[in-house]
């Protein structure tokens, strides 16, 4: 008989975004009683995962594919988890500076980048115009070899890479450290979720949890939870696969981010030296539909119909996608980037754009890294939606898909996630304490 156990919130996801909610309830709220669920043996084995994502800390002065609004918004969020790091002492362990920069290539983007460097710097008053001849001194092998003209906006040594999977372990840590009762219950995936009276009776093959409020963070599962539950029907789920490409040789010393077409949905590639794996460099990601809902585990197909759901308002979104040539010659790319025996020499022309001298001998595919984006199609809008994706349902669950930025934007979700559960339940957020520690961090509340 399996055990009833009750919880104040309860939370399906041991990925950063759930996580972060662990961590956010647990240190700036009164609720009491926190249980986290994760189907896996560890926390943050998929997408959140040191290897899992391209490792980017998104304040929006480098990526091109954000407006000035969207750059706005993700400054504040990533400056959450900057100073989150701060806080407890994770600088250079979890969270590491380096150079980068939005570099535009021949004359019409070297105009581009010139231009959004004025348009963006009074937001980042802290970055430079770098013309061709500083790009030599700054990072060589972004001229060498080169006929073209390049010019770059960029910022040295700034806080932009982060192990997101070493920080939603700390999250936890840091969750248990506080003196409320948190459980977190790893190898126990949550198949089923009904409302019992006011409670929500949460199923695993283990247990059967009760909970008076949830939150769903399990990516792309998130939707099919949704669905079973009658929610969430107005939305499909599209997920986008990521594949990168290592350079044998460590060619950057910076994070080198490309000029986006504005008609492609995904960002450029871009490069970045990992942080996980040391010596190398990491070129990526691609971007390649997959009938599967999680990149390296079993097939899913038929949770991924489910979560796809489709029908003429899905066909429509794909037909629009389909009829601009740029987009399907984007999507034959991408494909042919995954097959073995071609994929290097397709993909070193990529590469190439940024380092003029690699050749695609010096590539090799990066097996097991990358992992999907959860990217939402609105039904009723017909639309692909680009960011992240939540069903409110008011009535005490809520479910999160969090395509990139995700990872950055993980402790303003929180803080919504937490407002919101703490309204339903009638219990205090203490507001001034997170945007002291998190927002507005001033040098005194460092721990
Ligand atoms: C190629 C790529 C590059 C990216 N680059 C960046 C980047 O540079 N910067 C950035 O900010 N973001 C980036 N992102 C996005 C970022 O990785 C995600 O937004 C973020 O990791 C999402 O976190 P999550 O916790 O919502 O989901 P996940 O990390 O996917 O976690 C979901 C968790 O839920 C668990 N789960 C699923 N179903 C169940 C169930 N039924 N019961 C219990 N547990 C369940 C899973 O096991 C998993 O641990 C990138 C993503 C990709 C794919």
Not at 218 to 245: D, V
Not at 339 to 354: M, W
Request: some cysteine; aromatic content about 12%; hydrophobic content about 40%.
């Amino acid at each position: 008989m399996k055990k009833e156990i009750f919880y104040d919130i309860a939370i399906i996801g041991g990925g950063i975004s759930g996580t972060s909610l662990l961590y956010t309830l647990a240190n700036y709220s009164n609720i009491n009683s926190i249980l986290l669920l994760e189907k896996y043996d560890d926390i943050a084995t998929l997408n959140s995962n040191g290897l899992g994502n391209s490792q980017t800390l998104h304040c929006g002065d480098i990526e091109t594919n954000y407006t000035l609004q969207k750059a706005a918004k993700v400054k504040r969020t990533a400056a959450m988890v900057e100073n989150y790091a701060k806080l407890y002492g994770y600088e250079e362990k979890y969270i590491f500076k380096f150079t980068k920069m939005a570099l535009g290539v021949g004359d019409e983007e070297v105009a581009y980048i010139k231009k959004r460097y004025d348009d963006f710097k009074e937001l980042y008053p802290y970055m430079e115009f770098w013309d061709k001849s500083r790009l030599n001194e700054i990072e060589p092998m972004l001229t060498y070899g080169r006929k073209e003209n390049i010019a770059a906006m960029g910022a040295k040594e700034r806080y932009t890479a982060v192990n997101f999977g070493e920080i939603s372990k700390s999250f936890v840590q840091n969750a248990k450290n506080s003196n409320k009762d948190i459980e977190v219950c790893l190898n126990e995936e949550v198949y089923h979720i009904e409302k019992k009276g006011t409670k929500f009776l949460i199923s695993t093959m283990k247990e059967r949890y009760f909970a008076d409020y949830v939150v769903v963070n399990a990516g792309a599962h998130s939707l099919l939870l949704a669905h079973k539950m009658g929610y969430g029907l107005n939305f499909s789920c599209l997920p986008i696969g990521g594949s990168f490409y290592y350079t044998k040789e460590r060619v950057l010393n910076s994070k080198v981010y490309t000029v986006q077409n504005p008609k492609l949905p995904f960002a450029a590639i871009h490069g970045d030296p990992d942080i996980v794996m040391d010596s190398k460099v990491r070129f990526g990601p691609t971007a390649l539909a997959l009938p599967k809902l999680e990149r390296y585990h079993g097939s899913h197909f038929i949770e991924f119909l489910n979560t796809l759901n489709p029908d003429e308002d899905v066909l429509k979104v794909f037909y629009d996608l389909l009829k601009d040539k740029d987009i399907r010659d984007y999507i034959l790319k991408n494909f042919m980037y995954e097959i073995p025996g071609v994929r290097k020499s397709l993909f070193a022309k990529e590469v190439k754009k940024i380092i003029p001298a690699v050749e695609a001998d010096d590539l090799v595919y990066a097996q097991k890294v990358g992992g999907l984006r959860p990217q939402v199609i609105d039904k009723t809008n017909q639309k692909l939606l680009l960011g992240e994706a939540k069903i409110d349902t008011q009535k005490g669950i809520i479910f999160n898909m969090t395509p990139s930025p995700g990872a950055t934007s993980c402790l303003d979700n929180a803080q919504k996630d937490a407002l919101l559960a703490c309204r339903f339940l009638n219990k205090k957020f203490d507001m001034k304490k997170f945007e002291t520690r998190l927002v507005n961090q001033k040098e005194e509340v460092l721990l």
